[in-house]
């Protein structure tokens, strides 16, 4: 089983950068595809999460407005992260991740936990220069 996040990159402040993260060894039917992101110093912070068929797509409050969530599922599963005015703070390690979907707790907030995500994509890095 195998997350393939790319896209990273170097941007200049208020730009553009898109992440794609693709999927391979299992079916994710029933899993949400999320992104989270770590700087250096601080802890794994939740940035979106989506369903299959791109249902249900939420973002956190940090990124709100300005980061969109995307799935498609007509190849191979694959999710995307479209980034727009970027911030010197939104640079970090960027991974992907994917959790099974629970029969309790469903929530959107749920989702944003780490813990629950089995499958973590290597990551890759953003750098946002002011």
């Known amino acids: 089983v195998q997350l393939q996040a790319s896209g990273g990159g170097l941007v200049e402040a208020g730009g553009s950068l898109g992440l794609s993260c693709t999927t391979s060894g299992r079916s994710f039917s029933s899993y949400k595809l999320g992104w989270f992101r770590q700087a250096p110093g601080k802890e794994r912070e939740f940035v979106a999460h989506i369903g299959w068929r791109g249902r249900s797509p939420y973002v956190g409050d940090s990124v709100k407005g300005r980061f969109t969530i995307s799935r498609n599922n007509n190849v191979k599963d694959t999710v995307y992260l479209q980034m727009v005015s970027l911030k010197p703070e939104d640079t970090a390690v960027y991974f992907c991740?994917?959790?099974?979907?629970?029969?309790?707790?469903?929530?959107?907030?749920?989702?944003?936990?780490?813990?629950?995500?089995?499958?973590w994509g290597q990551g890759t890095q953003v750098t946002v220069s002011s």
């Open positions: 991740a994917a959790a099974p979907i629970r029969a309790i707790g469903n929530t959107n907030e749920y989702y944003a936990r780490p813990s629950l995500y089995d499958y």
